[in-house]
């Protein structure tokens, strides 16, 4: 399993970024957390298998929203990110 912490920067607010996000976990099975950060950047938390992930976090730099556009992506593998059963829009 691998875990990924990554904040996304650009226009990821008010688009539905969070929504489509967890849209495309679902679809790929990777469980976690999307949140929105004071800062105007998105957050997320995400565990599943290598192949995945990577999958995963090209489809995040794509900007899974429509209206979204995608400037910036930190990635950051987390091994102390939690075991996740399903993947959930906060705040």
């Not at 650009?10 to 949140?35: C, I, P, S, W």
Request: proline share 3%; aromatic share 6%.
């Amino acid at each position: 399993m691998r875990k990924v912490r990554m904040n996304v920067q650009g226009r990821v607010q008010g688009v539905g970024f969070r929504y489509m996000t967890k849209m495309v976990a679902d679809e790929l099975g990777v469980h976690g957390t999307v949140r929105n950060e004071d800062d105007g950047s998105v957050s997320i938390e995400s565990v599943g298998d290598d192949q995945v992930i990577q999958q995963f976090i090209q489809k995040i730099k794509d900007s899974p929203s429509p209206a979204g556009r995608v400037t910036y992506v930190d990635i950051q593998e987390d091994p102390l990110i939690e075991e996740y059963t399903s993947f959930k829009v906060t705040n």
